[in-house]
């Protein structure tokens, strides 16, 4: 079976409705995320799956949900919603290519420290991609180095989630050649795009790139 690009959407900060229907047009399947269904249903869109322990959605027992829905009531209290989602996607018979969060940022910052963990959880060869209003994120590993295209002039910063090995970019005002990047040791905060295409890569570890918009 050919690879797939999934959509999920948690309930952080709710992406806009013009990012939420691009990426859902682009996805072959979605997935709302306990809260994350509220910005399916202000745009006016469908999910394919609805999980999570539903402690979020108000009167869900009392809501009439489509029946194209496929609803995964979990209320196993020792894992949060996101990870239940990301268990669920492991689990299908499909190789996933791409995982597309919005609703990862924003909010409780121990939501938003566990989101990037669970991100950086996943197999190295997904690519995962960040996106809301302010912000536009990758998580980058040895197998899904990030190119960036036409955001000459904005902010990027390199957040190592663990230890990363001879970090290489191209096209910032200040490259990293072969830099090792460690939580709490050495990060990679404000830099510039100094062109329209730039480039991250590293020989191994886990890296969330952020894109200020």
Request: hydrophobic share 40%.
């Amino acid at each position: 079976m050919s690879p797939k690009k999934a959509l999920l959407v948690l309930g952080g900060e709710p992406p806009t409705e013009n990012i939420l229907n691009w990426h859902h047009d682009d996805a072959d399947f979605s997935v709302a995320v306990d809260s994350g269904w509220h910005p399916f249903q202000h745009a006016g869109l469908i999910p394919d799956i609805l999980i999570g322990d539903f402690d979020s959605i108000e009167q869900v027992e009392e809501f009439n949900f489509p029946e194209t829905v496929e609803i995964l009531n979990d209320k196993n209290q020792n894992k949060s919603d996101f990870e239940k989602a990301i268990d669920y996607l492991l689990s299908l018979e499909v190789k996933l290519k791409e995982i597309v969060v919005l609703g990862a940022l924003g909010g409780r910052i121990d939501h938003l420290l566990n989101n990037f963990s669970l991100i950086c959880s996943l197999p190295e060869d997904v690519i995962v991609t960040i996106d809301s209003a302010n912000e536009w994120g990758r998580r980058v590993t040895s197998k899904t180095p990030v190119e960036i295209k036409g955001q000459k002039g904005a902010t990027m910063s390199l957040i190592p989630m663990i230890s990363c090995k001879s970090v290489v970019t191209s096209g910032l005002k200040w490259n990293l050649l072969k830099q090792d990047l460690q939580w709490g040791n050495f990060t990679s905060l404000s830099n510039i795009c100094s062109n329209d295409f730039s480039e991250v890569k590293l020989e191994s570890g886990n890296l969330i790139v952020l894109v200020q918009k």
